[in-house]
């Protein structure tokens, strides 16, 4: 089970954060110990040499200590490759990717996280993997800079459009975490938020079973409302009347809505999937053409479904 973490640190949950956190512990108390020793000899001798009133005589003039010049200079150079060293030794270990490790396709646009499987699985902002086990993301951008950061694994890789880059980590504790986007990436930078769900092996393969499979016995608006969660919808529509980033869904459907290029539509089930498949082709008037499209990402019978729960927001 996740553990807790410290003061200073959230919890080590991966085979390279106890490392780190080594190296990181090593470098504070080294300047927490300098900081007190050279502070402390600082208000020593100011007092200490303090001009006193009836005094006129000059201090004496000494102007080298050979010892202590080797050590000022000796000491911080052995410090400072020492960090080098350490800090190099696990930097490898963070880059060098098993050769066994399970591959995981991972997506960023703004803003959301997009997760694939090997096994054809697609969920979004949610990573389920198994404990114990190496995973490599191959990491792109759909559009702008984007960072994969988990702070529990002490894990973090930039995002870029046009290139991969990849990242490897093995959990050592089942939980959840949490995974934040810290590369500021527009208005909803903020709300780039996802998990990490680390399960055991068995939970893992049941998992995966279960994605797999379209449970067609799910009614229409309860599959649309559960993607309405799971694509990270509500992160730039509300269902309450809010604006965000897009127009609320509140009682759109059926609706007449104007477009930046003056035309006017009803909103109705091939709206909605134009919209969701095309989302540039028709942008609402006060609104800007922000949102990624879902091509690929959702099946005939989730569209249906979005369109069933948009319909149900009456
Ligand atoms: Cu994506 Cu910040």
Redesign the pocket.
């Known amino acids: 089970m996740k553990t807790d973490g410290t003061f200073m640190l959230p919890s080590a949950s991966s085979t390279i954060a106890g490392e780190v956190d080594s190296l990181f512990y090593f470098i504070f108390y080294t300047a927490a110990i300098l900081f007190v020793l050279v502070i402390g000899v600082m208000v020593y001798f100011v007092i200490r040499y303090k001009k006193k009133d009836n005094d006129d005589n000059l201090t004496s003039s000494v102007d080298h200590n050979n010892i202590l010049e080797i050590a000022w200079t000796l000491i911080p150079a052995i410090l400072v490759m020492v960090v080098f060293f350490w800090g190099f030794k696990i930097y490898m270990k963070m880059n060098v990717i098993p050769s066994q490790a399970m591959e995981i396709k991972v997506t960023?646009?703004?803003?959301f996280?997009s997760f694939d499987y090997p096994e054809g699985i697609n969920v979004t902002n949610e990573l389920t993997v198994p404990v114990n086990t190496p995973v490599k993301l191959l990491m792109s951008?759909q559009d702008?800079?984007?960072?994969f950061f988990v702070p529990s694994f002490r894990t973090k890789m930039d995002?870029l459009p046009n290139r991969y880059s990849m990242l490897w980590f093995e959990a050592t504790e089942t939980g959840e975490f949490d995974l934040?986007?810290?590369?500021?990436?527009?208005l909803?930078?903020?709300e780039?938020i996802g998990k990490v769900i680390v399960v055991t092996q068995e939970e893992y393969d049941l998992w995966v079973e279960k994605e797999s499979v379209i449970d067609e016995s799910i009614p229409l608006d309860v599959l649309g409302k559960d993607l309405f969660k799971k694509k990270a919808c509500y992160t730039c529509h509300s269902l309450d009347g809010t604006r965000l980033v897009g127009p609320t869904l509140k009682e759109i459907f059926g609706s007449e809505v104007r477009h930046t290029d003056g035309t006017t539509a009803i909103v109705d089930e091939n709206y909605i999937r134009e919209s969701l498949l095309e989302p540039h082709a028709k942008i609402v008037e006060g609104y800007s053409p922000v949102m990624p499209t879902f091509q690929g990402q959702l099946k005939d019978r989730e569209i249906d479904g979005l369109s069933a729960f948009i319909k149900s927001l009456k």
């Not at 960023?108 to 803003?111: D, G, V």
């Open positions: 960023a646009q703004k803003w996280w951008s702008v800079l984007h960072s995002v934040f986007c810290t590369e500021y990436c527009g909803s930078h903020s780039m």
